[in-house]
């Protein structure tokens, strides 16, 4: 069974760096395709950026794609997300998730997602 735990939120400033990490602790992730989301106070949660369980494909919302990359890692079944030049609005709970069906579609929205971590909180001063 997929479990997911994200770590490596934190506080920084505006332009700084910050790197996600999501780790399967049930270690049954490599067919999955995973994302990552965010969800900022009063606003719905929206995807951030997405990969398919090759590492192949890779999606990104119009506000991370530039700034952010995803990748993974199958040895240790961890997924990462590299957030660069980094704004207030960037500010949120990011959580990962994954797609157990091992589908690659609709890959940035919420829908498509059965497993969910408890999120990371990420806080982008100005």
């Known amino acids: 069974q997929v479990q997911l735990a994200e770590s490596g939120g934190g506080l920084v400033q505006v332009g700084g760096s910050l790197k996600l990490s999501c780790s399967d602790s049930?270690?049954?992730?490599?067919?999955?395709?995973m994302a990552w989301f965010r969800q900022a106070p009063g606003k719905e949660r929206e995807g951030v950026a997405a990969?398919?369980?090759?590492?192949?494909?890779?999606a990104y919302s119009t506000s991370a794609k530039g700034r952010f990359t995803i990748s993974r890692v199958s040895d240790n079944d961890t997924v990462y997300l590299q957030m660069n030049s980094l704004k207030p609005e960037d500010t949120a709970v990011y959580y990962c998730a994954a797609d157990s069906s091992g589908r690659y579609y609709r890959v940035l929205e919420r829908s498509a997602y059965d497993v969910w971590g408890q999120g990371t909180q990420v806080t982008v001063s100005s």
């Open positions: 990969i398919s369980w090759s590492g192949g494909f890779t």
């Open positions: 049930g270690r049954t992730f490599s067919r999955n395709t």
